[in-house]
């Protein structure tokens, strides 16, 4: 099995890039843990739980919806007003009022309905605001929950999700989430209280025409729940489509020399084009449907209109007349009758993109933790020897298939081992189950008598330094990097590291020396120069155990030979284990374990190992034409 690049530093917990593991026996490549999933399991337990969330912002809450019922308030009333006014002209012209009395009213009107007119201004300033603010913290809030989660899940979820799919719930899914709270509770109850409002007008101005409002409000209703139905499971197949998407694009472009070298653009540029294909086919017929609505909706509210024209004008002329303010001001209220349910039929719409998004976060939220420690010990780092012992220990990646069955094995302190074996042996399991990377079946491992399994994950990694074949540096200056796993290293520190890595005279020939900006993953940095500035942050950390991971098969001889050198200064008087297919790297090991199928068939030293003319011998033979003693 081949080690995630991305774990590859000196200290003990370090941030990771998340990321699909390749390579040997790792369930690589598995399905998304809950991430992505084809229908909505439980759409209102998710908003109720999306509720709760929001809990925190209350206060703000309820004050932006306190403005934000004052402006819907203010807005059914104030066309009232226009109402009298028009009213009030009809009567002065047609002399049926006094002309002084009326101007009067008319100038009162104005002025009131210019200062509701300002006042609405500043309440939706406010709401908007407010809003702006919740959302920009929830958001936030989403993001370090997710964080948190990350460091939290063990390796093997990690194994099992892409990364695209897991930075699409950072990205798309919270923005879909935040971006509809403010729109959606602001237009939610705006919506709700001008239908209530507008009808409770009509009644005032006519009864009559009232009723065929209402009498067309079903037909609103079972339209919008009807398409709603339709539409939502695409909203969530479009979101799921465009995890997928995210998540190879992430992965051919994190490869794009492999993909390049072995000239498979075209194929790759044929799975994107059907992913994309297929996220643009949900897309098309989750706003097809969507936009459905609007049409079918006006048309509706067309015939309302017909209606209340035709019987308004009869109206008109009757007994008691509607004046021309009535008429004009209740045809303004049928059609903002209808906006509202337009409103609200959009927002569910985007309720349902933003619930999908919300269950992905939650599923993310709820997967399965690493187990914590029943009880907690503490390594005494000052008489700390480095004795390691595996005692009948099992485990396996998959229940079907059982990798390492009855390990034993004692590591003397101080002692180098050395783990040679075909791929898929079990090598870099051994370490990893070491570090608890991963949690054993059965049995237990020890250190310095201490089980692993009763210090807490945090202590016992920071007895650990690697070296790993993959490199990893981040975007910052070769100090930094260095440093990473000491804080407050000094820059006499970082260089003495590098000098006992042989890349101190490196550094010195770059313009800005230890303060030279390394690009994303170093890519300005050859391999052999990455490889010796991860062994100078392995010295400066100073390890009690140290695991060098292949440090030498990616770099040419004479990198190799200064590796080496680097090698054999960090590991004098500490424990290491040393993973390794060039057998004349490790020659000169205390004790060399050949694994074979999570077993370990052979341990001794070189010569031992050498005149048994076992499968250490065998292995030595590939290498060699012959034995070299």
């Known amino acids: 099995m081949k080690n995630d690049p991305k774990s590859q530093v000196s200290h003990s917990t370090p941030p990771r890039r998340v990321g699909p593991r390749r390579g040997g026996h790792g369930p690589g490549g598995g399905m998304p843990l809950g991430i992505a999933m084809e229908k909505a399991k439980d759409f209102k337990g998710t908003l109720k739980r999306l509720v709760r969330f929001l809990r925190p912002q209350l206060a703000l809450l309820v004050i932006m919806m306190i403005a934000t019922v004052a402006v819907t308030i203010i807005s059914v009333i104030t066309p009232n007003f226009t109402r009298q006014i028009l009213n009030a002209l009809q009567e002065i012209i047609d002399g049926t009022a006094d002309r002084t009395a009326g101007i009067s009213l008319i100038q009162n009107l104005f002025i009131l309905t210019l200062s509701l007119y300002l006042l609405t201004f500043i309440m939706e300033l406010v709401a908007h605001l407010f809003g702006n603010y919740v959302s920009a913290e929830i958001g936030k809030n989403f993001r370090n929950k997710l964080r948190e989660k990350l460091e939290r899940l063990p390796i093997r979820f990690f194994d099992s999700n892409q990364t695209g799919n897991i930075l699409s719930v950072f990205t798309n899914d919270v923005d879909a989430v935040t971006g509809s709270i403010q729109q959606s509770l602001i237009s939610v109850i705006q919506s709700f209280l001008t239908i209530i409002g507008v009808i409770i007008m009509m009644f005032v101005i006519s009864w009559k025409l009232t009723l065929i409002t209402i009498g067309i409000l079903p037909l609103y209703i079972l339209t919008t729940t009807f398409i709603a139905k339709r539409s939502q499971k695409r909203f ?44 643009a086919n949900e897309m098309k017929f989750a706003q097809f449907l969507s936009g459905l609505i609007r049409p079918i909706m006006e048309f509706i509210s067309n015939i309302g209109y017909v209606l209340i024209v035709v019987i308004g004008g009869i109206l008109a002329g009757a007994v008691n007349p509607l004046l021309i303010g009535d008429i004009t001001i209740f ?61 009948d220990v099992e485990f396996s990646y998959t229940p079907d298939h059982q990798l390492i069955k009855h390990l034993n094995l004692v590591v003397e302190p101080g002692k180098q081992i050395a783990i040679v074996g075909p791929t898929g042996a079990g090598k870099t399991t051994l370490v990893n189950l070491l570090m608890r990377f991963y949690e054993i079946k059965d049995g237990e491992i020890r250190i310095d008598g201490i089980k692993s399994t009763d210090v807490s994950r945090q202590e016992l990694r920071k007895l650990f ?18 440093a990473y796993g000491k804080e407050n290293a000094t820059l006499e520190e970082v260089t003495k590291a590098c000098q006992q890595a042989h890349v101190h005279h490196f550094i010195e020939t770059l313009p800005h020396g230890y303060d030279t900006i390394l690009s994303e993953d170093a890519s300005n940095m050859s391999q052999g120069q990455k490889q010796l500035l991860t062994i100078a942050r392995a010295i400066l950390y100073d390890p009690k155990i140290l695991i060098l991971d292949e440090a030498t098969s990616s770099v040419d001889t004479r ?45 001794g030293n070189h010569l031992e190992l050498l005149a048994k003319k076992g499968a250490y011998y065998e292995l030595y033979q590939s290498q060699f034409l012959k034995p070299l003693v």
């Open 465 to 482: 330094g690697m070296v790993l074949q993959d490199t990893w540096l981040f975007s910052g200056t070769i100090r930094e990097n260095v």
């Open 236 to 279: 969530k197949r479009q979101q799921d489509e465009l995890g997928n998407l995210n998540g190879y694009i992430e992965e051919m472009y994190t490869a794009h020399h492999i993909v390049k070298l072995f000239g498979r653009e075209d194929d790759a540029f044929e799975k994107f084009s059907s992913i994309n294909g297929r996220l």
């Open 331 to 391: 045809v303004t209220y049928h059609r903002r009758f209808m906006n509202p349910i337009l409103n609200l039929a959009n927002m569910i719409n985007l309720m349902q993109a933003s619930i999908a998004g919300a269950e992905r976060i939650f599923n993310l939220l709820d997967e399965d933790e690493e187990v914590l420690e029943s009880r907690l010990e503490h390594f005494d780092e000052d008489h700390f020897l480095g004795a390691v012992d595996f005692q």
């Open 559 to 603: 990198t190799e030979a200064y590796i080496q050198n680097a090698m054999d200064f960090m590991i004098q008087g500490r424990t290491s284990f040393v993973i390794a297919h060039r057998l004349s790297t490790i020659k000169r090991a205390s004790v060399i374990l050949v694994m074979e199928n999570g077993d370990i068939v052979e341990q």
